[in-house]
């Protein structure tokens, strides 16, 4: 098993690709710009306007800047591997680490380990950004669902960015990607939930956002719901890889 683990050299390979890459590295930072920034923009212009002025839920509403923060995140994701397959990168990469397991380990575990680190920074100062500007509507942290809300935030980022990951290992395109899972996130789960039942919530992003909401909303609890997201995540790392071993370089 230890053969084809992640060794710290191999790692480190990774991290010098992704901070390489100017694409890679403007998505992953703006995880945190456009997530943070948006929601205390938006606290600052409409947040004291009147009670519910960001939604219905509170708690929720303090995480309204994720919505624009996920779309960098998938960026991030995809971007970080797409590289691969263009100029022959798979190919100078498996010459470098033979081992595609490892290789494939490897990119997964440190795109996988960032997006988590920005993730819950993002979670943090997205939650505390906004609600310095919601004046007598302002949750405080400690209160019921916040640190869970802001942890879920870090991890539905960081789950999000793995999603996309594994689509871009299987399609190998960040284009096809990005104009699946943009135009999915933004509009084909709510007319999916709208138009089935309540199906949607068993969408990724809809799932994984339940860890955010103050009070129940359709049959998944918050943790219930990242773990549905998390075996979309699941499922789409393990064809990623299944395409890694398989198809030619």
Not at 6 to 33: C, D, N, Y
Not at 241 to 246: D, E, V
Request: hydrophobic share 50%; charged share 10%; aromatic share 8%.
């Amino acid at each position: 098993m230890s053969a084809v683990l992640p060794t710290i050299p191999v790692l480190h390979s990774e991290w010098i690709k992704i901070r390489s890459l100017r694409g890679t590295l403007g998505a992953f930072i703006s995880v945190l710009v456009a997530t943070a920034g948006i929601q205390t923009l938006t606290a600052a212009l409409i947040g004291t306007a009147e009670e519910g002025s960001m939604g219905d839920d509170p708690l929720l509403a303090a995480f309204y800047g994720l919505n624009f923060g996920q779309i960098a995140a998938i960026a991030f994701g995809a971007s970080a591997f797409s590289a691969e397959f263009h100029n022959g990168g798979l190919r100078t990469s498996l010459a470098a680490v033979p081992d595609r397991t490892r290789f494939y380990l490897s990119k997964i575990s440190m795109v996988g380990g960032l997006a988590l680190l920005i993730g819950q920074i993002t979670g943090l100062l997205t939650f505390l950004g906004g609600q310095v500007f919601m004046g007598s509507y302002a949750l405080e942290l400690g209160a019921t669902g916040t640190v869970r809300a802001v942890v879920g935030c870090g991890l539905y980022l960081t789950l999000m960015t793995l999603f996309a990951a594994g689509l871009t290992a299987v399609l190998r395109s960040g284009t096809a990607v990005l104009s699946i899972l943009i135009p999915f996130v933004l509009l084909v789960s709510f007319v999916v939930d709208g138009a089935a039942s309540g199906i949607g919530q068993y969408m990724p992003d809809r799932a994984g956002q339940m860890a955010l909401r103050l009070e129940p909303h359709g049959d998944l609890g918050p943790w219930t719901g990242l773990g549905v997201m998390a075996l979309w995540t699941l499922v789409t790392l393990v064809l990623g890889w299944i395409a890694i071993r398989r198809r030619d370089a």
